[in-house]
């Protein structure tokens, strides 16, 4: 078989799991996406192996684009989307992306391992943590609009790291 059509039913099989599991789950993709996709790049020696992890990040935040449009599309047709807050929102997750790509770029790739590895500890310990409450009350207080935009560019650099 083919190098080629392998790395293609890789990356095929990994997009099926990971969309199964976000949807079983709830999870992000790019929590399975940038490990696994990692291995399938060093195994096939693609890429010099301080490229890989930059990469997989890389090519897991292009599949995201695609998802995160359906899922707004979906909310909006649910009537769940606060469109006074999403510009504020919108624009503090895009300028954190925005410099967290730039800094990652910077980095050496031990380090965004690091933060990558820490970030997923750290969502893990936030799911298992909130699964556990039972109290379903969304009747909280939601910060200002410029706190808003700096905490969502603080999100948005650490999801995009």
């Not at 992000?28 to 192996?49: C, E, K, R, T």
């Amino acid at each position: 078989m083919s190098e080629l059509l392998l790395l293609f039913i890789y990356c095929a099989l990994l997009g099926s799991g990971v969309g199964f599991l976000a949807g079983l789950l709830g999870i992000g993709g790019g929590l399975v996406i940038v490990p696994v996709l990692s291995s399938i790049l060093l195994h096939f020696a693609i890429l010099p192996s301080d490229q890989v992890v930059i990469v997989a990040i890389a090519t897991s935040l292009a599949s995201i684009l695609f998802t995160s449009t359906s899922s707004a599309i979906a909310h909006h047709k649910n009537g769940n989307v606060p469109w006074d807050l999403a510009p504020w929102t919108m624009t503090g997750v895009a300028f954190g992306a925005l410099i967290s790509g730039f800094m990652a770029a910077l980095l050496p790739e031990n380090v965004v391992r690091l933060v990558f590895a820490v970030s997923v500890v750290l969502i893990a310990l936030k799911m298992f943590y909130s699964s556990r409450k039972n109290d379903s009350s969304t009747d909280r207080q939601l910060p200002n609009k410029g706190l808003l935009t700096l905490l969502t560019t603080i999100t948005g650099g650490l999801s995009a790291m």
